[in-house]
């Protein structure tokens, strides 16, 4: 794919980088984007520093999905940011769906700071995996701003750390729109001396009816010195709203490894399974074959190393 | 606003807090030297620590305004006949020495900054339950209050803790001899009747080993426009085999800024229990806790928070699992209205070594119309692999499919919804006396009349 500007941008002077995806979907830097639509990149503009928004950089890039763009093949953030020729991994994505876009990305989180903002607008809906395993102090950050009504979002998230990796997840649902929908689920293994830090914040603003929220983490903790700090933050400030949160810490169930070592398994596959177990919902919400299988490889030789 | 309170103090202090007041305070009080240091350095604390920057909005509260000890008697009553009838008709309009008649093992009361009546049927006085004011308690067991007192919670926990070690006055010293079950309830009921006043009183419970008891508080004042405030520190120390539930109904004006610690240790196979309602108030802040400190000990606290207009409750729980074959419980409900706001803070955590600990928190609540605010801010801290901990939440308007269901009874909207908010506090009704729970269920319907259907 080439780095492009039309013919009509580059006489009006308009600067930065664009690429194209399929059905009018684009991936540009922070310049093209507060160029082409200002009102879009001003409220992400507001809900950032100024001194955190590099402009002209690579390292905020933005996703564009425009009105009706159905987008249901996976896109990898990993490969588009590669071929959007961005030397370094970047750090902060923003993804904006137009009204009535569908959008479904998979993640496999390489940067140790990473931050993506999804901006959705009327009738969009968004699917989103992210892994989150590499680096030895992970800030990983993902918000959704539910802007227009009857928006939709899905994310589902899993993390792998062991040895001395910190890990600080921070995901925020913020629901500015009647009848929107938001399911957020993030499931993780912590063994080895890892510190995990979840914070989970729902915010649904005044006004905002019919609004559907689901928080959900779950911790495996298999490590002797493993720490998990987790806290979920509700703000409901609409009565007419259905959000619910849940939190769990756990270790292996003594139970169901005896019964797989009653069928042969040893501690350690029988551990294998459990885990993999765990992590169910992730693999079984992906339908594509490849990302699936790109997916259960990474896991398992994360989860020896782990065992 | 006509101030209606007792008026012939004994001593009332100049407003503002200073070296001198503390002094007076204690010199008062015939408090040995020890004491009258361990204020000063509180006062010096209080005076280091900056505001919390968190919760409630506490701007509009300014500890130069407020008078920090009023005496209202010379000595303290047993008997309710020898308590002055100005005090007295203010204590029976709330139905105190009614209750005491009924159910109750014993009742303390006190009014502005002092304990002004005491008594403890005598069956429990034979079996050696002591049950004093704090003041008093000090002068008879110097030794054991010095032994517990700020043991659980010292002055540097928190700003308001350093400002009660500084100026406590009143509360209750209460120990329960070895073995000693105290079946009736003990009340304590604190009123403020001053405007622009500080009530600071300091609550002592031990349990010894295998007793149990349950202690009841309840809270009032008028409202005027000056703020008052109430900052309590209560201490529980649970010692091994113990039973202790403490309940408190705090129903203070809506000119009363409450912020109180409130904080219990429980010893081997030992129970805790806080059941904390609270219904009145301009600003709340109060988060009970408990340290599970040896193997087998449990933990349970209930709260609820109905928060109306102009009122901002920011309760919640905390429980530290240290021991193993811990487990612990918290339940907490709140239902906002009328533009009211409830914050749920909550904090479970288990410490390194801390094997076989089972703990969950759940919190609920309710927003009856749409100018309402509901937050959860809970916290889980995980040290120990072989523990299971679970938090869940939600956050929802009354069901209208219930609704529809109880209407189709021949019920009123106004009554179907009372029932469905009486339903939705179950588990802290479940947990009071029967006497204080049809108070409790009183008090919900009349605060929501009007404000739903």
Known sequence: MADLHTMTEAKKGIHGKKMGLPNGAFVCDMDYFQAMYPERAAHYLSQNKPENVQKGGRDNIVLYAPKEAKIKEFVDIEGVFSDFGAEEPINKIIIYLEEYSYLKIYAIMKKESFKCSIHLEKSSKFDGFFLFSEGKILEQQVNLFLMGSDAQANINGCYFVDDDQTICLKTLQHHKAKNTQSRVTVCGVASGNANCHYEGKVIIDHGCKKVDVLQNNKNLLIGRNAVVHASPIVEARENDVTCTHGCAVGTFDKEKLFYLKSRGLTEEQAQMVLIEGFFDFFIHSLDNQIVKKDLIERMRVKMRHMI | ?453
């Open chain 2, 1 to 453: 606003m006509k101030n209606n309170s007792f008026d012939d103090y004994v001593f009332k202090s100049k407003k503002g807090l200073s070296k001198e007041l503390v002094c007076q305070l204690s010199e008062q009080k015939n408090e040995p030297g020890w004491m009258t240091d361990f204020r000063l350095s509180s006062l010096a604390l209080f005076e280091n620590m900056p505001m919390p920057q968190w919760g409630c909005d506490l701007s509009h509260l300014d500890t130069n305004d407020i008078h920090f000890y009023i005496k209202p008697l010379k000595k303290m009553e047993r008997s309710w006949d020898d308590v002055p009838d100005k005090i007295k008709r203010t204590f029976e309009a709330i139905g105190v020495p009614q209750a005491e008649q009924q159910f109750l093992a014993g009742v303390g009361a006190q009014y502005e900054s002092e304990m002004i009546y005491k008594s403890l049927l005598e069956k429990w006085e034979k079996k050696g339950v002591i049950f004093l004011d704090s003041t008093e308690g000090l002068k008879q067991y110097p030794k054991l209050f010095k032994k517990y007192f700020a043991s659980v919670v010292p002055p540097s926990d928190n700003k308001f803790a350093a400002l009660n070690s500084a100026v406590w006055s009143g509360g209750n010293f209460i120990i329960v001899p070895k073995g000693v079950h105290i079946d009736e309830p003990l009340q304590a009921y604190f009123r403020i009747d001053a405007a622009a006043f500080g009530q600071f009183e300091r609550t002592l419970i031990i349990a010894e080993e295998g007793s149990s008891l349950e202690y009841v508080e309840g809270c009032s004042a008028p409202v005027y426009k000056e703020n008052s405030l109430h900052s309590a520190v209560v201490e529980v120390v649970a010692l091994p085999g113990s039973h202790v539930r403490y309940s408190t109904i705090q129903n203070w004006s809506e000119n009363v800024y409450n912020l109180v610690t409130k904080r219990a240790v429980a010893y081997k196979d030992a129970k805790i229990e806080w059941i904390d309602g609270n219904f009145g108030s301009k600003a709340t802040m109060k988060y009970p806790s408990i340290v599970l400190k040896e193997r087998g000990a449990r933990g349970q606290i209930v709260s609820i928070s109905v928060p109306k207009e102009g009122q901002h409750q920011d309760t919640g729980a905390k429980i530290i699992h240290q021991a193993p074959d811990t487990s612990s419980h918290i339940i907490a409900k709140s239902i906002s209205q009328k533009g009211g706001r409830s914050s749920f803070r909550g904090l479970l955590k288990v410490a390194k070594g801390a094997k076989d600990v089972i703990a969950h928190m759940k919190c609920d609540s309710l927003l009856v119309d749409d100018i309402s605010r509901a937050d959860t801010y809970p916290n889980i801290m995980v040290e120990e692999k072989k523990s299971a901990v679970g938090h869940e939440a939600s956050v929802s308007k009354i069901n209208d499919e219930q609704l529809f269901y109880i209407k189709s009874r021949g019920l009123s909207e106004e009554k179907a919804r009372a029932i469905i908010v009486n339903g939705f506090i179950d588990a802290f009704i479940k947990k009071l006396p029967m006497e204080y729970a049809v108070e409790i269920n009183r008090l919900i319907a009349a605060d929501l009349e009007g404000s739903i259907g």
